[in-house]
């Protein structure tokens, strides 16, 4: 039996030049998640533990979202270990977190999209199908409701991700029974708006990473049953599909799911963080589908996060040995920065983080960075990278 893997990716459209052909033939990539700012610069920003916080299991998920009023808010949900998922919302400004109770009884990772009052989370049951919670006015939510599999497909076999290239569209990429690859999207025209499954095909063995860029612009990241690394496009109202041209190799370790970059996607370029079998940190840019760089900043014990700036850098946070959190920059044409801590070393924390950055005229957005330390409590601390 295989175990499942992932892959994740960050997406940029300012790559243009090449450079030093690598190889991330032994990397196998664990899991990722994304990160939010405020608008104080800190060194070292303190972690705090969010009010009220429950009990929860690793890896956390999170989503940036402007109200109708113009307010910037983030949502992060949590699982608690009784399988029921948990989201508290925070104003950026005053970063005040106030936890609900989404309910029972999930499996797996959830996932979540959000827009002006929109917010979505999605999830597998205990009977293996994708359902959905939905708030449309910020405030209440409406209850778990199923999304059908299609009747050819009795059960899936990978937890859902979502994404949205904008307001009224959703894709949610997720690994069937069969081994194909599957998206469920949902599109609202003239407030028309239906769910609908594709079959992408393929032989994989992995719960693929989508990413969404400006509108009319998906990609699907999946690894086949001989560990190669694949990507299926969307582009111009064309499905295409490519190989990324090297081995995952060892299926062993899971890998990173897809994030949502802000950057605009260019036709065929993509920045890969990824874990392999040492630990290491790795990372790939990829122009035409070919493997460029391969570098390494330092170690982790989970799945790393990466967002990317407005300024063609990649944000990328992980949880080293000691238990602490750990930022390094990316540049899509340069080297690694070198590893900053945020806060202390033995912070006690486990899994992966997750982050997502908030909208704004500065370069450098701030990004909010959310974490589970051993004792169950998600922690939050305010980045300004």
């Known amino acids: 039996m295989r175990i499942e893997t992932k892959v994740l990716l960050a997406r940029n459209s300012g790559l243009r030049r090449s450079q030093t052909a690598g190889s991330l033939a032994s990397a196998a990539v664990a899991s990722l998640v994304v990160a939010m700012t405020s608008a104080t ?53 005053t970063r005040t ?5 989404l309910g029972c009884c999930l499996v797996g990772q959830p996932t979540a999209i959000a827009w002006a009052e929109h917010r979505e989370a999605i999830a597998l049951g205990r009977d293996n199908q994708i359902y959905h919670n939905i708030s449309t006015d910020g405030v209440n939510w409406g209850g778990w409701n199923q999304l059908h599999t299609p009747p050819t497909l009795p059960s899936l076999c990978s937890d859902p991700k979502a994404v949205s290239w904008g307001p009224a569209r959703i894709d949610i990429a997720v690994r069937g029974c069969d081994n194909h690859l599957w998206d469920l999207s949902f599109s609202n025209f003239f407030f028309s708006g239906r769910w609908t499954w594709t079959n992408h095909g393929g032989t994989i063995q992995s719960a693929p990473a ?30 295409s599909t490519i190989s990324a041209g090297f081995l995952a190799v060892n299926p062993l370790l899971p890998m990173v799911g897809a994030s949502n970059s802000s950057t605009p996607l260019g036709s065929q370029t993509a920045t890969v963080v990824a874990l ?25 014990v989970a ?83």
């Open 210 to 239: 989508p990413s969404a860029g400006p509108p009319g612009s998906l990609d699907f990241w999946f690894v086949d049953l001989n560990d190669n690394l694949w990507n299926r496009h969307l582009r111009n109202n064309t499905w």
């Open 41 to 93: 610069a800190q060194a070292s920003p303190p972690w705090q533990a969010l009010p009220g916080t429950v009990s929860t299991s690793v890896n956390p998920v999170a989503t940036f979202r402007v109200d109708s009023n113009g307010v910037q808010k983030v949502t992060v949900y949590a699982m608690d270990t009784s399988q029921q998922l948990w989201a508290a919302e925070g104003d950026v400004a």
């Open 276 to 300: 392999n079998l040492s630990g290491e940190i790795v990372s790939a840019h990829w122009e035409s589908g070919i493997p460029l760089t391969v570098l390494t900043p330092g170690h982790a």
């Open 303 to 385: 799945k790393p996060v990466a967002i990317a700036s407005q300024d063609n850098l990649y944000f990328v946070y992980w949880v080293d040995s000691a238990q602490g959190i750990v930022r390094a920059e990316l540049g899509v044409l340069g080297p690694w920065g070198s590893p900053n801590p945020l806060g202390q070393p033995n912070e006690g924390f486990i899994g992966s983080p997750a982050a997502v950055a908030a909208s704004g005229a500065n370069l450098h957005k701030p990004v909010f960075v959310f974490a589970t330390k051993s004792d169950g409590t998600l922690n939050f601390a305010v980045d300004t990278p």
């Open 97 to 101: 977190f106030t936890w609900q109770n």
